[in-house]
């Protein structure tokens, strides 16, 4: 499809356990951001990416906590040693400047 | 510094009520631009207007208008006869330009319209 795609859609794993999200954004967007929403709360800034680099980590909780973008596009958070506070739902957009963000449906972590 | 304050956590209104849900931004660019966007219950987040800084003229889309002021740095957002289907949460965001993009989210306003 032409939106921003995520996976996968839900992952269960243990404590302790590493765990990779991937978002594939829409073709051409520049700009691609990652945002973790727990259950009733609001969006939580993680990272932005402008083109391969990331201009503003300091959304990042912890040193567990990483993300790369490759070729302009694919991205990939990468959560260490997960801990039960990291369960939440992690959301990716993607956007051109000044344009909307663009969300997919997210990843939906549970750590037992 | 909270860059976007949408200071209403949580509003209940009866259907057919008109309800106003307020944002209010914080930026030192001269070019700036403001979204709302909602997410329903089912979890996506939907795109409803983006505003650019140098446009103050109000919007109307259907039931659901937007007045931006920037002598008050506010974009609030007005449903007009609400409806059950409006129940949401409802996001207000700041994307600065000298920032490369950078999108600065307010914390949400839940809305619960009562049949």
């Known amino acids: 499809g032409a939106g921003v795609s995520q996976s996968p859609s839900n992952k269960v794993t243990e404590k302790g356990k590493d765990v990779e999200l991937r978002c594939d954004p829409i073709s051409g967007h520049t700009a691609l951001y990652w945002y973790r929403q727990s259950l009733g709360q609001g969006l939580e800034f993680l990272i932005y990416?402008?083109?391969?680099?990331?201009?503003?980590k300091s959304g990042l909780p912890s040193d567990r906590f990483s993300a790369e973008r490759t070729g302009g596009s694919v991205s990939t958070l990468t959560i260490q040693r997960t801990q039960q506070e990291d369960s939440a739902v992690y959301l990716c957009?993607?956007?051109?400047?000044?344009?909307?963000?663009?969300f997919g449906d997210g990843t939906r972590l549970s750590i037992l | 510094a909270q860059k976007v304050t949408q200071a209403q956590t949580e509003i209940s209104v009866v259907e057919k009520e008109d309800v106003t849900l307020d944002c209010v931004y914080e930026?030192?660019?001269?070019?700036?631009?403001l979204f709302w966007y909602k997410q329903p219950p089912s979890g996506e987040l939907v795109f409803l207007i983006r505003?650019?800084?140098?446009?103050?003229q109000n919007e109307i889309s259907g039931r659901y208008s937007w007045n931006f002021q920037k002598s008050t740095s506010s974009f609030n957002f007005t449903i007009t006869a609400s409806q059950v289907v409006d129940s949401a949460v409802y996001f207000c965001a700041l994307s600065e330009v000298y920032t490369g993009n950078q999108f600065y989210f307010g914390t949400g306003t839940s809305l619960t319209v009562i049949p």
């Open positions: 990416f402008q083109g391969n680099s990331a201009p503003d």
């Open positions: 505003r650019n800084s140098f446009d103050e």
């Open positions: 930026t030192r660019d001269t070019t700036y631009y």
């Open positions: 957009a993607s956007s051109l400047i000044g344009q909307p963000q663009h």
